[in-house]
Each structure stands twice: as C-alpha cells, then as structure tokens.
C-alpha cells in the first residue's frame, strides 16, 4: 500500500575554498556546461524550424560522444554534470510550455553567477571540512551544519566577486507537516508597499529598509570610475569587483531581512493571505521601478511560501484586480473617487476614518478567507 505522506527536500548551502589548480577546473566546468546548454538549445531551434518538432534531451544525449570527439576539453568535465546541463534546458522548456515563463536564453559568461551540477559521486567530510567532487577532488568548505538523510543534486556555484559556494540538496526523509487548522483570528493579511515593507491586517507597519538606496551614491561613483577604466585592464577588472561588491553587499542586507521578517510572520500566523501582484508590469513604471525593484516582493513572496509549506501554515491568495484599497473594510462602501495620493479617507457611509493600506490589508484578509470557505479548502 503506498503512502500519502509528503517529504521534503532540504537544500544546505556551504562556502568553499578551491586552491588555483581547482578554480580552473570550476571554470572548465562552467565553460562547459554552458557549452552544452547553448549547443542542445540550438538544436531544439533548428530542428524545430526544420522538422516542426523540437529534439529530445534523450537523443542529444546519445549525440555526446560524436561532440566530445571534436572538442577534446569536454573530456576533462564530469560527464554527468554535462548530463545535468541537458536537464537543466529540458526543465527550461517545460517551464516555458507549462507556465509561460519565458522561452530559454543563451547563457552568457558574463552572467554574473555560473553554475554546474554533481548528480552524484560527490563526498561530504564534516571532520575535516572537505568536500569530494569527481575530476575536482578535496576541496575544502565550511561545513557550519551537519546534516541527516540521503544526499541529492549538489550545485557548485561562483558570485560575481569571486566566491564559490556549493549547495547540496538533502531528503531526511521526515514527512511534510499536516496542515494546521486556522480561521479569521488566527490569519494576518499583507499589503506590500513602498514607503512600508509590508503593511499587517493588525495595524502594524513595517519599514521599508531600502537597502538600495543607502548605497546608491557609492554605487554611482564606482560605476562612473568603472566606465573610465580602459577595456581589458586589470583596473577595469578591479573596479568592476568593487560594483560587484555593493551589490552583493545589498543583496545579503535585502536577503537577511526577508528571511527574518517572513519567518517571524509563519511562526505568528496559521494563515498568511497575499494579494497577487503583476510586479513585472509595475516594472515598466520608470518612476518608481527602482523603488520596486530594491524592495524585491517577489523573494519575500516565495520565502513566504516555502516556510509555511515547511511549518504546515497556509498561505490565502486574492486576485490582483480585487478592489482591496477602495473598499471599506466596515460596511463594504465602495469609493470610486480615492486615489494613489489619498493616503487615508473616511467613509461617507459609516463614518469610518481609513489608512489606505491598513484597510487594504484587512480586506486582503477578509476577501481571501471568504474565498476559501467558498472554495472548501
């Protein structure tokens, strides 16, 4: 008899320290896969223009050896991480056909971070901080946490500044939370925003801290002196590390901040009910993109999602074109004239005095939970 449960898979992230020697084999690999992708991404092109049906990943791969006969360096990479690069531009057309998110680019060198995966054959040693990789060998790592269970994919992984990293997927093999029970006292409703983060059906405000834009004036004097230096020089390729520093610099502050905030509101809540948010369409507002873009929903919105999935919390969802602003979350009147200026507005109706988002935000709550006790969820 089969089991319903549901397992998880747990990804560990670690720092490694790769001598010269192994360096340049991280960036043979990446050179390689990035080859393969490109190579079977023209295919599926070609013979789609041609045949009006694009090629499987399992035929590409049977045309590997004929392609690492004509370039000798191939050899030298793991011949499953070349495999895994394949699968990677499968997954990419599924996602295309599946969810729309976009037909598969050409990867570039100049993306700022390259990856390649170890299917398996890898080594993890927590006594000595060393880590296995096939045609690599030891490398040494940070290993801050142990782990428990059967190991999967790991990903080897190079920021822009230089910094490897190598994250290894895990299946401990505990089963998935049992959704918890949860009603309209125990479910908060969240309007994001610019001048605040994230505005709570409890009235609580919560800053937004605008990593950005703390750091946007060192980040234009580096940029004008990277545009000064000469192509190709090493002063370019230093000024070029400096930019690079800043933004992961804002990256980790933006980050560290998601992840506390959104663990702290799964652990407070049964439910957390969210209002979809077309951001790539807000993007094209050139006024405030920047605005948007430093405050970056979307992470905060997929953080949400898997620490509820993990602590067995619910995460309620409304439609992007419910009218949660205009409408008064005490007797439902509905204000046609409020606009984006009307920071708050009293009700003709009832008399009630709103601050737009907190009033906003209730209604998220409110409409989302309607929704599922009309859904049966």
């Not at 790539?280 to 006024?287: P, R, V």
Request: hydrophobic share 35%; net charge positive; with cysteine.
């Amino acid at each position: 008899m089969k089991s319903n449960q549901i397992y998880m898979l747990r990804a560990y992230k670690y720092r490694i320290y790769p001598n010269k020697e192994q360096e340049k084999m991280f960036f043979q690999h990446f050179g390689a896969c990035r080859f393969i992708y490109n190579w079977g991404l023209e295919n599926k092109i070609r013979t789609y223009e041609t045949d009006g049906k694009s090629i499987s990943r399992f035929a590409l791969q049977k045309m590997l050896p004929d392609l690492k006969s004509e370039h000798d360096w191939i050899k030298d990479v793991n011949s499953q991480s070349i495999q895994s690069a394949l699968l990677n531009l499968e997954n990419a057309f599924t996602r295309f056909f599946r969810e729309k998110k976009g037909f598969p680019k050409f990867k570039s060198r100049k993306n700022p971070v390259q990856s390649f995966s170890v299917p398996q054959h890898y080594i993890v040693n927590f006594d000595t901080h060393k880590i296995k990789l096939p045609k690599i060998g030891w490398v040494k790592a940070k290993l801050h946490r142990k782990y428990e269970g059967a190991e999967k994919t790991a990903t080897v992984s190079v920021t822009s500044t230089g910094k490897f990293f190598i994250s290894i997927l895990i299946d401990d093999g505990q089963e998935q939370l049992p959704v918890q029970h949860f009603d309209a006292d125990t479910t908060v409703g969240i309007d994001v925003g610019i001048k605040d983060f994230a505005i709570l059906s409890n009235g609580e405000k919560i800053e937004n801290p605008r990593y950005l834009k703390q750091s946007l004036l060192r980040l234009k004097v580096l940029q004008k002196r990277l545009s000064r230096k000469q192509k190709g020089s090493n002063n370019r390729n230093k000024a070029k590390n400096a930019v690079a520093k800043i933004h992961e610099k804002i990256h980790n502050q933006r980050s560290d901040f998601q992840h506390k905030l959104s663990f702290r509101l799964v652990c407070e809540n049964q439910a957390i009910a969210l209002e979809t948010l077309n951001v790539e369409g807000m993007l094209k507002n050139h006024k405030l993109a920047q605005h948007i873009a430093d405050a970056s929903w979307s992470s905060f919105v997929t953080q949400l999602e898997y620490k509820a999935q993990k602590h067995g919390k619910t995460i309620l969802r409304i439609g992007q074109f419910e009218p949660s602003t205009k409408i008064c979350s005490e007797c439902g009147y509905y204000n046609r004239d409020l606009t984006l200026s009307d920071r708050d507005w009293i009700c003709p109706d009832c008399g009630v005095h709103h601050d737009r988002d907190i009033n906003a935000a209730i209604n998220i709550r409110k409409f989302a939970f309607d929704k599922q006790n009309l859904i049966g969820i």
